[in-house]
C-alpha cells in the first residue's frame, strides 16, 4: 500500500479538537514548533468545547520550509507526544493561511490591521523583541530598529511590523486588539507593550493614535510550558508509522502542557481555560517559577551536559554530578529568589521537573537547549545572584551556569568545548570573540564577557561574582567540568 503525503483527502483519523472555520481570528508571528505544540493545541480544544472563529494565520519570519509545508499538507499537521508511558500521534488542523514576513511585509501589515483578526501571539525568541541588554530598553541605536525607524512602511522587525500594523489598524477601523507574548520572558506582554510603545513614540504617528492604543490594544501576560525538541526523520518515521501519512512536519512533544494568561483580551479570545489554561492574576509570580526553575536549571543542565559529552538532557540529567548541582541551584538559589503563586506547592513542581528531564522518549537535544545563551541567561541569572550577594553570599551555581555557557560558546584559547557545544547555536559568538580577543588570562576573559555589555552594570561590577566565574571556568578549563561541578558544590 502506498503512504500518501498528509492531506485532507488522505485524513483517516479525526483531528485533535476541532478544525478551524474558514476565517481566521488569530495571527501567529514565529510559526515553529512550539507555537504548534502549544497555543495551537488550546486554540483547537478550546474551539471544540465552546466554538468560535479562532483560525489561525501562519506567520515565519524569513524561513519557508514550515509554512510552504503547512499549505502543501492543506495546513494540517500532527503531534507526536512521547513520554515514559508511551507515545500517541494526532493532527491538528487550526491554521488557515501562511505567510512569509520578510517576503510579505505590506500584506502582513494589513493583514493584522484587518478587523477579523482580533489576537495575534507571538513566539518570536528573545532576540526578536530587540531590547538592549543592559538598559532594558528598545535597541533604537541598534541596526536593525534604526534601518525599520528609517523606513516605517518596509519594517524587518517584529516590533516594527508590530507597529506599522497598528497604525493601520487605527487608520482603517481602530477596532481593538491584543497581542499575546508566548515566549520565555520575565513579564512577556509588558516587555512586548513596552517595546512597541517605545517605538511607536520614535516614529511619525497620526493624530489620537496613542490615545487609542492605550484604550484598545492590549499586552497579557502569560507563561508556557512544554518542552517540545526540534522533529527529526525518527519524528517523521514514527508518525507515518501511527497514522499511516508522510508528514513533512511533525512536532515531537512532551505530554505535559502549562499556559497561565493574564484575563485582558481587547476583543474577545477562545475559551482557552476548557482546554486547561490557567486565567490568574499571578502570572509573573508563575513566569518567575517557570523562567528560573524549569529554563534556567533547563541551561545548567545543557552546559554541563554539552562539557561533559551528553548528547540529550535526559542523558545530562542521567549524570550524578549534574543532578547534584541542579538540585542546589533549586534549592539554594532559584526558589529564595521568587515568590511564589498562591497554593503552589514548590517541591512537588520539582518532582514533576526531574520527571521530565528524564524523558528518554523524548530526548531532548542538550545542544538546542544551550542555544541562544547570551540572550537566555539574561532572564535567569542576574537577579537571583544580585540577591545573593546582596546578602554576602556567592552565588556558587549561577557562577558554574556562566562559566559553562563561556566554556561551550566562547571558550579560552586553547580550550576546546567539544562537538556538543559546537552546535550551539550563539547569535552573539561573533560579539563574544571580540572582547575576549586580547585577553591574557582566564580572569580577563570572564571579565571581558561579563563587562562587554552582555549582563546588566551591577552584575559586571561584581568583583566577587566575576572573580568566582573565573575561578569555576579555569577548573573547567584544567581539569574538566565534573571537577568544577564539584567545587561549586562543596563551596
Given at each position: 500500500m502506498t503512504i500518501q503525503p498528509l492531506s485532507r483527502a488522505s485524513l483517516?483519523?479525526?483531528?485533535?479538537?476541532?478544525?478551524?472555520?474558514?476565517?481566521p481570528g488569530m495571527l501567529h508571528l514565529g510559526i515553529g514548533n512550539f507555537h504548534r505544540a502549544h497555543a495551537a493545541v488550546y486554540t483547537a480544544k478550546a474551539m471544540a468545547?465552546?466554538?468560535g472563529d479562532w483560525g489561525i494565520v501562519a506567520v515565519a519570519n524569513r524561513n519557508r520550509r514550515v509554512v510552504d509545508a503547512l499549505a502543501g499538507q492543506d495546513h494540517l499537521y500532527s503531534i507526536l507526544e512521547l513520554s515514559s508511558a508511551g507515545e500517541r500521534a494526532d493532527v491538528m488542523d487550526v491554521h488557515r493561511e501562511t505567510m512569509v514576513a520578510a517576503e510579505q511585509t505590506t500584506e502582513l501589515m494589513a493583514r493584522i490591521a484587518d478587523p477579523a483578526i482580533r489576537i495575534v501571539t507571538l513566539t518570536i525568541s528573545e532576540n526578536g523583541y530587540c531590547r538592549n541588554a543592559v538598559t532594558g530598553d528598545l535597541d533604537v541605536d541598534g541596526?536593525?530598529?534604526s534601518a525599520d525607524l528609517a523606513n516605517p512602511d518596509?519594517?524587518?522587525t517584529t516590533i516594527g511590523q508590530l507597529?506599522?500594523?497598528?497604525i493601520r489598524r487605527y487608520q482603517g477601523n481602530a477596532e481593538p486588539i491584543t497581542i499575546l507574548s508566548c515566549d520565555n520572558l520575565v513579564s512577556a506582554g509588558h516587555t512586548a507593550h513596552k517595546?512597541?510603545?517605545q517605538y511607536l513614540q520614535a516614529t511619525a504617528t497620526p493624530d489620537g493614535f496613542h490615545d487609542w492604543f492605550a484604550a484598545s490594544v492590549t499586552f497579557p501576560n502569560a507563561m508556557v510550558d512544554r518542552i517540545v525538541p526540534g522533529t527529526t526523520d525518527a519524528t517523521r518515521a514514527r508518525v507515518r508509522e501511527l497514522l499511516g501519512v508522510v508528514d513533512a512536519i511533525p512536532v515531537p512533544a512532551e505530554r505535559f502542557s502549562m499556559w497561565v494568561i493574564e484575563d485582558r483580551f481587547a476583543a474577545g479570545r477562545p475559551a482557552w481555560e476548557e482546554a486547561g489554561a490557567i486565567f490568574s492574576d499571578e502570572v509573573e509570580a508563575?513566569?518567575?517559577v517557570k523562567l528560573r526553575l524549569l529554563n534556567g536549571s533547563h541551561s545548567l543542565i545543557a552546559y554541563l551536559g554539552g562539557l561533559s559529552g551528553a548528547e540529550t538532557i535526559p542523558a545530562s540529567f542521567g549524570q550524578d554530578f549534574v543532578r547534584e548541582s541542579v538540585t542546589a541551584l533549586l534549592n539554594d538559589e532559584y526558589l529564595p529568589s521568587i515568590e511564589l503563586p498562591s497554593g503552589f506547592d514548590p517541591q512537588a513542581y520539582i518532582a514533576e521537573l526531574f520527571d521530565r528531564w528524564s524523558n528518554h522518549a523524548l530526548g531532548d537535544a542538550t545542544a538546542r537547549v544551550g542555544s541562544d545563551g547570551s540572550l537566555k541567561l539574561l532572564q535567569r541569572v542576574p537577579d537571583p545572584a544580585l540577591r545573593l550577594l546582596g546578602l554576602g553570599e556567592v552565588p556558587q551555581q549561577l557562577s558554574l551556569m556562566v562559566a559553562g555557557w563561556i566554556a561551550c560558546v566562547a571558550p579560552p584559547a586553547g580550550f576546546a568545548p567539544g562537538p556538543i557545544a559546537d552546535a550551539m547555536v550563539e547569535p552573539a559568538r561573533e560579539r563574544l570573540a571580540e572582547v575576549t580577543a586580547v585577553a591574557g588570562s582566564v580572569?580577563?576573559?570572564?571579565?571581558?564577557?561579563?563587562?562587554?555589555g552582555f549582563f546588566p552594570d551591577a552584575l559586571a561590577a561584581s568583583d566577587v561574582f566575576v572573580a568566582r566565574v573565573a575561578e569555576l571556568l579555569d577548573i573547567i578549563v584544567s581539569h574538566g567540568v565534573q571537577d568544577a561541578a564539584r567545587a561549586a558544590l562543596d563551596a
Open positions: 483517516t483519523v479525526p483531528v485533535l479538537g476541532a478544525s478551524a472555520p474558514p476565517t468545547a465552546q466554538g541596526a536593525l530598529v518596509a519594517p524587518r507597529a506599522g500594523a497598528l517595546m512597541v510603545s508563575y513566569e518567575l580572569r580577563a576573559h570572564v571579565e571581558g564577557i561579563l563587562r562587554g
